[in-house]
């Protein structure tokens, strides 16, 4: 079959890679319908997380059910199925209280040996450990072709806005500044507005991307590399700073913008992967009591309310969808990495 391979920086290549066959009877095989390449991936390509020469990425896909391991017990071939980022046995301690993102026995796909050496689902197939656990069937009303662009970031970035939220521990009334214009900070944007906010601000360094985050329901959006975030929080907020930030960047600066912005007493949610260590001034953080909050997405406990709102066509996340065959994965890299403008989430076709 034909897959996207890491090849070292910056050097994504389609090969072909034997197909993907049941090796445990947990196992699924699924063939990819439609696969996406996540910001996380571009930490990848740029050798933050290196991955050895051959590993198949991606982490993102939809898709049907091929074959089924002898103890799958909830899938059966045909079933159109999404798949959270992170695989999940559905019956550990964690996975009980909801934490899928640490199942003892899980692991992300994609990402090489440094998250359970599972391979990426840039791919005509991709192998399922744990299907009972991991995968999530697309209800009818979804489940034709023509909708899965709009179900597929369920698995990943639309539930890592969604945690964004969550973690922001948002009241109503609050005022929320999201910091990131890609796609999660957009989704971001959208799940706040679901938590009744008074207002939401989008901080970006794209016009572009902040258009469209006017139409996720942004209140203000804010180009920081032309006027200061600060100065427009403050003027909305009586000079005291944002209740909750959900950080959707992932970088040390933006994290301590997100901790400048914050009132005393606010929230700080980050939801943007860190590949650095994060220096922290601590007498600030105490004098003024902020909360700061975060982390990795457990994306199979949110699958269920975040189909029925994409269902009721609440939310339509093709806005930012830029589509190309899988063939040219290569391509889909380089436009994500150069932020081209309408490739805000490039969505691949086997
Ligand atoms: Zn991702
Ligand atoms: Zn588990």
Redesign the pocket.
């Known amino acids: 079959m034909k897959a996207a391979v890491n090849h070292g920086l910056m050097d994504v290549r389609v090969d072909n890679v034997p197909d993907p066959r049941i090796e445990k009877p947990t196992d699924a095989i699924c063939r990819v319908t439609k696969c996406s390449i996540c910001g996380t991936d571009l930490h990848i390509y740029h050798g933050r997380f290196p991955l050895k020469e051959g590993d198949c990425v991606g982490h993102e896909f939809i898709g049907y059910v091929e074959e089924v391991g002898s103890e799958v017990k909830s899938f059966k071939k045909g079933d159109k199925v999404l798949s959270p980022f992170w695989i999940?046995?559905?019956?550990?301690y964690?996975?009980k209280k909801g934490l899928?993102t640490s199942?003892?026995?899980?692991g992300c796909f994609g990402f090489g040996d440094i998250l359970g050496g599972n391979p990426g689902c840039q791919a005509e197939y991709v192998r399922v450990p744990l299907a009972d656990?991991t995968l999530v069937k697309v209800p009818e009303s979804l489940a034709d072709d023509s909708n899965d662009e709009r179900v597929l970031f369920i698995g990943d970035n639309i539930a890592t806005g969604y945690h964004g939220a969550v973690k922001g521990e948002i009241r109503p009334g609050d005022v929320v500044a999201v910091l990131g214009d890609g796609a999660v900070g957009l989704f971001a944007t959208y799940c706040a507005t679901l938590f009744n906010p008074s207002k939401v601000f989008t901080i970006g360094h794209h016009d572009d991307r902040l258009k469209i985050a006017k139409k996720y329901g942004a209140d203000i959006t804010i180009n920081s590399l032309k006027e200061d975030p600060s100065e427009k929080i403050k003027a909305e907020t009586d000079g005291r700073g944002a209740d909750v930030i959900i950080e959707g960047v992932g970088t040390t600066d933006s994290l301590q913008s997100s901790i400048q912005l914050v009132r005393a007493g606010g929230t700080v949610s980050f939801i943007g992967l860190f590949y650095e260590p994060f220096p922290m001034n601590m007498t600030d953080f105490f004098l003024r009591n902020l909360n700061l909050r975060g982390g990795v997405a457990p994306s199979r406990g949110y699958a269920s309310k975040l189909l029925s709102i994409v269902e009721a066509k609440k939310l339509d996340p093709t806005h930012i969808v830029y589509s190309l065959p899988l063939d040219q994965a290569a391509e889909g890299y380089k436009l994500m990495d150069q932020r081209k403008e309408g490739a805000i989430k490039v969505v691949l076709s086997p």
């Open positions: 999940s046995c559905g019956q550990c964690f996975c899928t199942c003892l026995y899980g656990g």
